[in-house]
T-cell receptor, first 112, second 111 residues
Framework: GAVVSQHPSWVICKSGTSVKIECRSL??????MFWYRQFPKQSLMLMAT?????????EQGVEKDKFLINHASLTLSTLTVTSAHPEDSSFYIC????????FGPGTRLTVL | DAKTTQPPSMDCAEGRAANLPCNHS???????VYWYRQIHSQGPQYIIH???NNETNEMASLIITEDRKSSTLILPHATLRDTAVYYC????????????FGQGTELSVKP
């Protein structure tokens, strides 16, 4: 299947700092990527749809000023968690659509 | 909200077939049935999808009822590495189609 990578795989930061997570489609171009968040023992929750060359579309209840999404190229989308707080600690997963939707390995964010 | 209903957990003996059911009684005509699985602390992995015909690939088989209101994912010879949470999702097949995950079924394959 297609390969989607994420970087970093885990990150620990202090409260109040910003963290950037990268999502790359390694062997195909993706005009649309998706960002999910997953808390322990819960299912994946869709946060936003990232559109190449245009603004992201956020799901209801997701703060767009806190979770900044940039999709500057057909192979890269970034999610920046601004002014992170402990409640933002979670597993963040991206996906990209070729024929089917393929998911990255996830990024574990811990905010102290 | 997710449009599917799955049992929260199931057990299966290693080497036996695992049959995972999914109800999607409100599925629309243009929506496909997708199955993904998530092994602990990893991203979801695509398994199979179908519209109305039964499908088979190297990983699994998908059986969709004639009225399309339910389906069953079959892992023919489950191994310990198949222990994961299995998600059944219905969504349109198009480039913009987002996947909304329900709670899934936690499958435990036991020796």
């Amino acid at each position: 299947g297609a390969v989607v990578s994420q970087h970093p795989s885990w990150v620990i930061c202090k409260s109040g700092t910003s963290v950037k997570i990268e999502c790359r489609s390694l062997d195909f171009q993706a005009t649309t990527m998706f960002w999910y968040r997953q808390f322990p023992k819960q299912s994946l929750m869709l946060m936003a749809t990232s559109n190449e060359g245009s603004k992201a579309t956020y799901e209801q209840g997701v703060e767009k000023d806190k979770f900044l999404i940039n999709h500057a190229s057909l192979t890269l989308s970034t999610l920046t968690v601004t002014s992170a707080h402990p409640e933002d600690s979670s597993f963040y997963i991206c996906s990209a659509r070729r024929d089917e939707q393929f998911f990255g390995p996830g990024t574990r964010l811990t905010v102290l | 909200d997710a449009k599917t209903t799955q049992p929260p957990s199931m057990d299966c003996a290693e080497g036996r077939a695992a049959n995972l059911p999914c109800n999607h009684s409100t599925i629309s005509g243009n929506e496909y049935v997708y199955w993904y699985r998530q092994i602990h602390s990893q991203g979801p992995q695509y398994i199979i999808h179908g519209l109305k015909n039964n499908e088979t690939n190297e990983m699994a088989s998908l059986i969709i009822t004639e009225d399309r209101k339910s389906s069953t994912l079959i892992l023919p010879h489950a191994t310990l590495r198949d222990t994961a949470v299995y998600y059944c999702i219905v969504a349109p097949y198009n480039q913009g189609g987002k996947l909304i995950f329900g709670q899934g079924t936690e499958l435990s394959v036991k020796p």
